[in-house]
């Protein structure tokens, strides 16, 4: 176990670039089920890449990685299941099951389960994959599920836009037979980053980035080669740095189309965002922020996975913000590690009132899921003398070499053993 020392307190100034998206990349990753060849570039290094290879390889995939590039190639022999260890820890695993159902008729796909967050039930792509004519049980933990033939194109209406479940049905659709039409669906960007990958082996997506996505399916969905979109929750994420530890930043690879609503907040604030040129951005704090509210919402609304990291950064802004969660029944832990570290925070519901202070104050907190991790590195970047963040594997999750960036901008983070043994 590791963990990180940080001294607060620093400035940061300097250039830094946003990796690939990690929740583009997992789908995509996926997607080479029903291409059986894939070629995928700017994929971040992170623990989730690893799992999704992982899994791939163990389901009958060779899988190499080369810097940001990973090649995925069919043996020519499946195993269609994705085991509970792998699982667990990785919710995004359960991307795997429509692929499989839809080009090999059958899967075995552990549940996901809850979560620190919630409790993240997986129904609605169950739904909408039973409707498309797979026979699914939940056996032992898993969802087993066959397919006579082949999947047959329907007309889903979503009970909630969930990005997973369009993504799964999304995949399901593109081998089945005939047209699907998924109403009520996610319009995340990487939703229409997956679309137009799969539409590079041949898919046939129209409506992406819509409420409404209509897919014809195909025979079959030929070799894939594609390049990730930049991760607009690391972007995100920087921007939040800046708006704790102040200074100046450039920074690149900055998806300026699909992180509008957090740009904006940010503005309100008080915090500089000016766009020098396509996908780079120069962000300066000049003065102290003012408190600002949020109420996350599917896209384009604020993302949820960036709720923390924004709460961070209001704990020091002057006056009252109000934080509105709406996605996720249980995304407020950091809130208490916050008050660690002196933040004013009442927690009413799913309302955080922050009440900005002077200044946090240096303390021993831990993290307990992945954002949750970025924002007590945020309060920390800002916050006088030294915070210790414990289970920064969390973090590991999401962020490529997140320390060694900040760092690179002068920031001091150590990662060091943790004394602490969970
Ligand atoms: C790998 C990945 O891309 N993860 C993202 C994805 O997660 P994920 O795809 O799991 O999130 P969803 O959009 O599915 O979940 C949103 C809400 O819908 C509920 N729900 C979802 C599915 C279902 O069958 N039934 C149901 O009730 C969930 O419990 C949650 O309350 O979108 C979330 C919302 O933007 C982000 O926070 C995650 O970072
Ligand atoms: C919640 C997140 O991811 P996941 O869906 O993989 O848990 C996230 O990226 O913030």
């Given at each position: 176990?590791?963990?990180?020392?940080?001294?607060?307190?620093?400035?940061?100034?300097?250039?830094?670039?946003?990796?690939?998206?990690?929740?583009?990349?997992?789908?995509?990753?996926?997607?080479?089920?029903?291409?059986?060849?894939?070629?995928?570039?700017?994929?971040?290094?992170?623990?989730?890449v690893s799992t999704a290879c992982?899994?791939?390889?163990?389901?009958?995939?060779n899988v190499v990685r080369n810097s940001d590039t990973v090649e995925v190639e069919f043996t020519g022999r499946i195993n269609?299941?994705?085991?509970?260890?792998?699982?667990?820890?990785?919710?995004?695993?359960?991307?795997?099951?429509?692929?499989?159902?839809?080009?090999?008729?059958?899967?075995s796909v552990s549940l996901p389960g809850g979560c620190a967050i919630g409790l993240r039930p997986v129904d609605l792509h169950l739904k909408g994959l039973s409707k498309m004519g797979a026979d699914l049980r939940i056996s032992h933990g898993y969802v087993v599920g066959e397919v006579r033939g082949r999947l047959k194109g329907v007309d889903v209406t979503l009970d909630f836009p969930t990005v997973g479940g369009t993504e799964n049905i999304l995949m399901a659709a593109v081998l089945a037979k005939g047209k699907t039409v998924i109403r009520n669906a996610a319009k995340e960007p990487e939703i229409v980053d997956l679309a137009r990958a799969l539409k590079k082996g041949g898919a046939r997506i129209e409506g992406e980035g819509t409420d409404v996505i209509e897919v014809e399916g195909v025979d079959e969905i030929g070799p894939i080669e594609y390049r990730v979109m930049p991760d607009r929750i690391e972007a995100g994420t920087f921007l939040s740095a800046v708006a704790s530890a102040g200074g100046e930043v450039e920074i690149e690879e900055f998806p300026t189309f699909a992180l509008e609503s957090v740009v904006e907040k940010f503005v309100e604030s008080g915090l500089s965002i000016e766009e020098?040129?396509?996908?780079?951005?120069?962000?300066?704090k000049r003065d102290r922020l003012k408190g600002t509210d949020i109420v996350t919402q599917p896209y384009p609304g604020f993302p949820t996975d960036m709720q923390a990291q924004f709460m961070a950064a209001m704990c020091i802004a002057d006056g009252v913000s109000v934080i509105k969660e709406t996605i996720f029944e249980n995304r407020f832990m950091h809130a208490l590690e916050l008050q660690r570290m002196g933040a004013d925070l009442k927690i009413e519901g799913n309302t955080v009132v922050v009440k900005g202070v002077d200044k946090l104050i240096g303390a021993k907190v831990t993290a307990t899921d992945l954002r949750a991790s970025a924002s007590l590195v945020i309060a920390g970047l800002g916050a006088e003398n030294t915070t210790e963040v414990y289970r920064i594997y969390h973090l590991d999750r999401g962020y490529e070499k997140l320390e060694r960036k900040l760092n690179s901008l002068g920031a001091e983070i150590e990662r060091v053993p943790s004394e602490l043994k969970y």
């Amino acid at each position: 176990m590791e963990k990180f020392v940080i001294r607060g307190g620093r400035e940061l100034h300097g250039k830094v670039r946003v990796s690939g998206s990690k929740n583009a990349s997992l789908p995509i990753l996926f997607s080479s089920i029903l291409s059986g060849s894939l070629k995928l570039s700017n994929v971040p290094d992170l623990r989730d890449v690893s799992t999704a290879c992982k899994l791939l390889e163990i389901m009958g995939f060779n899988v190499v990685r080369n810097s940001d590039t990973v090649e995925v190639e069919f043996t020519g022999r499946i195993n269609p299941e994705a085991p509970y260890e792998l699982v667990k820890t990785m919710r995004a695993s359960i991307l795997c099951l429509g692929p499989l159902l839809s080009k090999f008729g059958r899967a075995s796909v552990s549940l996901p389960g809850g979560c620190a967050i919630g409790l993240r039930p997986v129904d609605l792509h169950l739904k909408g994959l039973s409707k498309m004519g797979a026979d699914l049980r939940i056996s032992h933990g898993y969802v087993v599920g066959e397919v006579r033939g082949r999947l047959k194109g329907v007309d889903v209406t979503l009970d909630f836009p969930t990005v997973g479940g369009t993504e799964n049905i999304l995949m399901a659709a593109v081998l089945a037979k005939g047209k699907t039409v998924i109403r009520n669906a996610a319009k995340e960007p990487e939703i229409v980053d997956l679309a137009r990958a799969l539409k590079k082996g041949g898919a046939r997506i129209e409506g992406e980035g819509t409420d409404v996505i209509e897919v014809e399916g195909v025979d079959e969905i030929g070799p894939i080669e594609y390049r990730v979109m930049p991760d607009r929750i690391e972007a995100g994420t920087f921007l939040s740095a800046v708006a704790s530890a102040g200074g100046e930043v450039e920074i690149e690879e900055f998806p300026t189309f699909a992180l509008e609503s957090v740009v904006e907040k940010f503005v309100e604030s008080g915090l500089s965002i000016e766009e020098i040129s396509e996908g780079r951005v120069l962000v300066k704090k000049r003065d102290r922020l003012k408190g600002t509210d949020i109420v996350t919402q599917p896209y384009p609304g604020f993302p949820t996975d960036m709720q923390a990291q924004f709460m961070a950064a209001m704990c020091i802004a002057d006056g009252v913000s109000v934080i509105k969660e709406t996605i996720f029944e249980n995304r407020f832990m950091h809130a208490l590690e916050l008050q660690r570290m002196g933040a004013d925070l009442k927690i009413e519901g799913n309302t955080v009132v922050v009440k900005g202070v002077d200044k946090l104050i240096g303390a021993k907190v831990t993290a307990t899921d992945l954002r949750a991790s970025a924002s007590l590195v945020i309060a920390g970047l800002g916050a006088e003398n030294t915070t210790e963040v414990y289970r920064i594997y969390h973090l590991d999750r999401g962020y490529e070499k997140l320390e060694r960036k900040l760092n690179s901008l002068g920031a001091e983070i150590e990662r060091v053993p943790s004394e602490l043994k969970y």
